[in-house]
């Protein structure tokens, strides 16, 4: 059994950790306030542009206007976009991203990861780290984008991934992300990122309607605008959903730890009466058996 002592420290050190998941949770509520009206304010307008180039491609039926973006290739050589987080104490958060990355890459590109032709770009401290660990390549990692995140921020690994597309260094790219549902849940996403996926539905309710658009300047030169905008829009969007995620998930985590921590100061407690109980009797018996030696005496 410990000692009174040993017991009382513990009690106090998770006492004072609990303090600390208190502050955390506190602190993490106060930034996944900012961050959703962040991502509210982002999916319609991400979701309205996304829409537009769908319409406009939809009604491109005879292929005239071509975007480099949407052209499709063999997918000889594959780039996974993590997005995780800068810190960690957030529960799986960042696990479940780079787990499913690298099945991704094991699994669905295993050709291309046998002759290592899979590449990782990273958004994220921990997601850096860990890939890193794993002996895996990585092309580029963005670890500190969370610490002013905006979208001139987020420009910028977006025009690299493009270039790289275009300049047909990369043949594919997915992303991969926790999506934003609520402060307990996050839905881990995977996306192809390029070339564009049509959706079939947007075309066949394009093609069942005969409407006549007017485009100004011309459909080519809106669509060559318009795509690269939407795809860092869509970049930009992924990287907001996994921040307003991050801190939901480090809120619950929190709270769980701090109601572990309250219930383990209980538990201690009860540890601690119950020796303290057990050396007052020992004492006394001692005591007793002292007096009745004394009497023999």
Do not use: W
């Not at 955390?24 to 509520?29: D, E, G, T």
């Not at 319409?55 to 480099?68: I, K, P, Q």
């Not at 601690?272 to 009745?292: C, D, F, H, P, S």
């Amino acid at each position: 059994m410990p000692s009174l002592k040993e017991v009382r420290n513990r009690i106090n050190s998770v006492k004072s950790t609990q303090q600390i998941t208190k502050a955390m949770k506190m602190v993490s509520a106060a930034k996944l306030r900012k961050a959703q009206d962040a991502i509210i304010k982002m999916r319609p307008y991400a979701q309205l542009l996304n829409k537009i180039i769908q319409n406009l491609s939809a009604s491109n039926t005879d292929g005239e206007v071509r975007s480099v973006y949407t052209e499709e290739r063999e997918p000889n050589r594959v780039l996974i976009i993590a997005i995780t987080s800068d810190r960690g104490l957030c529960g799986a958060f960042n696990s479940n991203i780079i787990k499913t990355s690298v099945n991704l890459a094991q699994e669905k590109y295993a050709p291309q990861f046998a002759a290592g032709n899979v590449s990782f770009l990273t958004i994220g401290n921990k997601g850096y780290d860990s890939i890193r660990k794993r002996g895996l390549k990585i092309i580029g990692t963005y670890a500190t984008l969370f610490h002013n995140l905006n979208f001139q921020s987020v420009k910028e690994a977006g025009e690299y991934i493009l270039n790289a597309f275009a300049n047909k260094e990369l043949d594919r790219v997915e992303i991969i992300f926790n999506e934003f549902k609520n402060v307990a849940t996050q839905i881990i996403r995977v996306q192809q990122f390029l070339p564009i996926v049509q959706d079939t539905t947007q075309t066949q309710t394009v093609s069942s309607t005969n409407n006549d658009y007017i485009l100004e300047p011309s459909q080519a030169e809106i669509i060559q605008e318009l795509i690269p905008k939407s795809l860092k829009i869509q970049l930009y969007r992924a990287i907001l959903e996994s921040n307003a995620s991050e801190h939901g998930a480090r809120m619950t985590a929190m709270d769980k730890a701090t109601e572990n921590a309250d219930s383990l100061v209980k538990d201690l407690t009860l540890v601690y009466n119950r020796t303290r109980q057990a050396a007052i009797t020992k004492e006394i018996l001692e005591i007793v058996g002292g007096a009745e030696a004394l009497k023999g005496e």
